[in-house]
């Protein structure tokens, strides 16, 4: 049999395993290893299909802009056109993780929509020397944000279209 002490050589996932926050660079690893593994044409597909997997996937749509969100995109981009991943998304029902990330206006965009109204309506306040002078690198640095979240909708859809071919 098994004993304890094989047990804490080989260690245990149950007792291993820890949540980290989305922000934790361990998690960001995590998320870029697994994109470098489902890369791999079919090595991991099969697990990636299982019970649960594809809502773990689509979930990642949720994350915030930035380099854990692209890297959940590209194993979401990688597995969409296989038919055996999408047939497992349709089997656990799981479609509406997609729609709902498409249909719910992040904040990011809500913040994005108030700079294009902020932008044609105070530029003057923004540029009298006597309110601080001009104010055009925080503008722009929002507006290369909203961008960002541009294209971040644009890979949604992608994804979506990808699951439906």
Partial sequence: GVSGHDDEKEGNIERDTEI?????VRF????????LLAS????IDDVLCREGCPAVLLHMLNLPSGETFD????????????????DSVASQNELWRITRVLEHECP???ASAEVDDDSDTKQ???D??????DDGEQN???LSEKEHVSTSHDRVWDILESLSS
């Fill in 20 to 24: 980290f926050p989305i922000s934790d």
């Fill in 140 to 142: 722009e640095s929002k």
């Fill in 28 to 35: 960001s690893m995590a998320i870029k290893s697994l994109r």
């Fill in 40 to 43: 791999l044409d079919g090595l």
């Fill in 124 to 126: 003057e306040e923004r």
């Fill in 128 to 133: 009298d020397p006597k309110n601080g002078g």
């Fill in 71 to 86: 890297a959940g995109c590209d194993i979401l981009s990688h597995l969409g056109p296989k038919q055996v991943f999408a």
């Fill in 108 to 110: 990011v965009e809500k």
